[in-house]
């Protein structure tokens, strides 16, 4: 996951500083399809969070602008795949002018990625759109 959120050449002020986003463990774990997910022990390296499977993530978003967002968080995961993991029924969440919310995620091994789950680190990464005009992202 990535660390902080930046593109090049935009200035301060632009669509870049619309939202703050903020990466901690879950305040408490869960059960999910009658298995226990524990809140993650977080590890920064390098500009990327390091959790482990099945462990629950807490990813903040505030919206800093003076109008209402849609977002969506993607996961784009190491099979090549983009899955929408929030908000799952609808094409976008409206996150209103300085309003926080928060998404609870955890990451599982795709079962064809199995076999070399133990020797291999997987990588997922999450990316949040947020937009004005809203939008759906669903032809991503």
């Not at 669509?15 to 903020?22: E, M, Q």
Request: aromatic letters at 6%; hydrophobic letters at 45%; proline letters at 5%.
């Amino acid at each position: 996951m990535t660390k902080a959120l930046a593109n090049l050449g935009v200035r301060p002020g632009t669509l870049s500083a619309l939202i703050l986003v903020r990466v901690d463990a879950a305040l408490e774990g869960m059960h999910s399809s009658g298995q226990w997910v524990p809140p993650a022990e977080i590890r920064e390296r390098n500009g990327t969070y390091e959790v482990s499977e099945m462990a629950l993530i807490r990813v903040l978003i505030k919206n800093h602008s003076g109008q209402s967002l849609g977002y969506v968080v993607l996961n784009c995961a190491v099979e090549l795949s983009i899955e929408q993991l929030f908000p799952s029924h609808m094409p976008y969440y409206i996150l209103h002018e300085n309003e926080t919310t928060e998404v609870i995620v955890y990451m599982t091994v795709a079962p064809e990625l199995r076999a070399s789950a133990e020797s291999v680190t997987y990588v997922d990464t999450l990316k949040i759109f947020a937009c004005n005009p809203l939008k759906g992202l669903e032809s991503l």
